[in-house]
């Protein structure tokens, strides 16, 4: 049975929609920021040219050019109304309270800090204890205990990127002026105990599962390369998922002219961007 084909111009206007990049949707405010991020799960401060993925600065900027959108990484993980790291391939990302616990249990530690501690690199290790010792210090505070020159500095740099991406460390707030600095906490002190519990307790397989589902939802067609490279994972594993997701009947194979075949839809979102 050939694949359900799709109109593209239909898809493109969904996506403009779930992007906040049409007319009548966009954020205009951090309250409507905190709407979008909870309302996509999870989304990147800047747009990318890699892969498909609802970005903060499109949604806000449109022609404006202030930049008060850019304090949000720092206000809203201040105030705990979201999760915000270097997560999804190193690059700044929002992740709503629901969804935590999903990216958790697929890329968090599955033991506590201190029994994995010894198995990584000397500047994650002084990072890790700083943190556990003297609780959240900004980044000039870690430079000024950590970093000795330029080559300290780079370390210092690379390990937070580490960190960030296993979930061991995150923001939790910083300075606005000027260049705008972070404030770090260990992410299992600052965030809520209920969300790690919650995370402890999902199956990786039914967290990654979850993850997919809402990336193909949030950028309407998507591909198992896509999904392989924005959650960098092998080809095998995305497929794994993919094809789990399709039996659940939760994802439909389409084709789309111009694009061929082997293109990922959530099934809801099928009838809605169909050929007639």
């Not at 979850?210 to 896509?226: E, H, I, P, Q, W």
């Not at 997701?245 to 099928?270: C, Y």
């Amino acid at each position: 049975m050939p694949a359900p084909e799709v109109n593209i111009e239909r898809v493109e206007s969904l996506r403009r929609r779930r992007y906040r990049v049409s007319r009548g949707v966009r954020v205009h405010s951090e309250a409507e920021a905190l709407d979008f991020i909870n309302a996509a799960g999870f989304v990147w401060l800047l747009p990318a040219r890699d892969a498909e993925l609802p970005n903060l600065h499109d949604a806000y900027v449109a022609g404006r050019s202030d930049t008060s959108w850019w304090d949000w990484k720092q206000t809203l993980p201040e105030k705990k109304s979201c999760y915000y790291a270097k997560a999804m391939r190193g690059r700044g990302t929002f992740i709503s309270w629901p969804f935590l616990p999903a990216f958790y249990a697929v890329y968090g530690p599955r033991r506590p800090i201190e029994q994995g501690l010894r198995h990584r690199p000397s500047a994650q290790q002084r990072i890790l204890a700083l943190l556990g010792e003297r609780g959240s210090l900004d980044s000039r505070e870690l430079r000024q205990t950590l970093a000795g020159g330029p080559k300290g500095r780079r370390e210092m740099v690379q390990a937070l990127q580490a960190l960030q991406t296993d979930f061991l460390v995150a923001p939790c707030g910083g300075e606005l002026e000027g260049w705008s600095l972070h404030r770090w906490a260990l992410t299992e002190r600052w965030v809520s105990p209920r969300l790690l519990r919650e995370a402890r307790k999902l199956d990786p397989d039914r967290a990654a599962s979850d993850l997919v589902r809402r990336f193909v939802g949030n950028c309407v067609l998507a591909t198992v390369a896509d999904i392989a490279w924005v959650f960098n994972w092998s080809r095998s594993r995305s497929r794994a998922v993919v094809d789990a997701l399709i039996r659940a009947g939760d994802l439909v194979v389409v084709s789309a002219a111009d694009l061929g075949e082997d293109l990922l839809l959530n099934a809801p979102d099928l009838a809605a961007v169909a050929v007639s």
